[in-house]
């Protein structure tokens, strides 16, 4: 069980790190809140189009529990990418970076006041080594300039983009027994719906940009990839070993993101990104070793 839930939480981040990738490739080619309604869109288009007969199958059980995925979509989905886009406009990749590292420490501190988790040593030492390397990565290795950074309205938005990811993350334990196409198919409704707003005030701003071909090409990919498949692999890592050890994996997002930028962009790497991506693999696995049952 546990192999297979570090395959599809792998799978997830290099998605996700991938979609830091192309939200720098699409500067110029579609605006963020055009993006985050175009990827929902083209996501709930092809989710409904492979998932009609088992949407048919779950609908008695989707009924009785349509405010629960309505809040999935929204907050999980809509509120963390507003909320990401909206912090870089104001404070710096930097900063950003190391905000959401603190997810997995959100998400344990949820699950111990609400369910009495237990948190285990090992899951703190591994906590603060993949901190420290996503800190490495985003200091481009100094740590001490980090002491320097100061915080902004930015941070405090990019705040509630790591509290509304952890709420979705421990919402997960709360689904009720239905197929996986499902489970993605009406959160994504949601998404979608709740980022008409939001495009719509970019609209009102006179700051929306229309997607020209490779703005579609972005979109294309944030809604295959980013949203479908890496949503489905989290969902499933989560339910195979339990939200506290998924979170973990998160702080993946930004070392994958940086080696597809050498890859793709022809971005250099350097000795402190290969030190960063062994501190938070190192993490991940001193947590592993020692691991309570899952819930």
């Not at 027994?177 to 609209?203: C, T």
Request: a positive charge; one cysteine or more; hydrophobic letters at 60%.
């Amino acid at each position: 069980m546990s192999s297979k839930a570090y395959l599809v939480l792998v799978i997830a981040t290099l998605c996700w790190g991938g979609n830091a990738v192309a939200g720098k490739m699409a500067v110029g080619h579609v605006s963020p809140m055009v993006l985050t309604f175009l990827r929902w869109t083209l996501a709930v288009a092809v989710i409904t189009a492979i998932s009609v007969p088992q949407l048919i199958r779950d609908w008695p059980l989707v009924r009785n529990r349509l405010p629960y995925f309505f809040a999935l979509g929204a907050v999980g989905y809509t509120c963390f990418n507003a909320a990401l886009y909206t912090a870089l406009k104001y404070t710096s990749a930097i900063n950003v970076a190391v905000i959401q590292a603190g997810i997995p420490m959100v998400i344990f501190a949820f699950n111990f006041i609400l369910f009495r988790t237990r948190i285990l040593a090992g899951q703190i030492v591994g906590f603060f080594l993949t901190m420290a390397g996503v800190g490495l990565l985003a200091s481009h290795g100094d740590l001490l300039s980090l002491l320097k950074l100061e915080m902004n309205v930015g941070d405090a938005i990019m705040l509630l983009a790591v509290l509304s990811y952890a709420i979705y993350t421990v919402m997960l334990r709360w689904k009720p027994p239905i197929n996986w196409r499902s489970l993605m198919a009406i959160p994504a409704m949601a998404a979608m719906l709740s980022s008409v707003p939001l495009m719509w005030w970019e609209v009102a701003q006179e700051t929306a940009v229309w997607p020209d071909l490779k703005g579609w090409v972005i979109a294309a990919y944030t809604a295959l990839f980013a949203s479908l498949i890496a949503q489905i692999f989290f969902i499933l890592g989560v339910e195979r070993i339990g939200p506290n050890r998924a979170g973990l994996f998160i702080n993946l997002i930004p070392v994958f993101g940086t080696f597809l930028s050498v890859l793709i962009l022809g971005e250099t790497l350097h000795p402190y990104q290969v030190i960063a991506l062994l501190l938070t693999l190192g993490g991940i696995a001193v947590a592993e070793r020692k691991k309570p049952p899952v819930p």
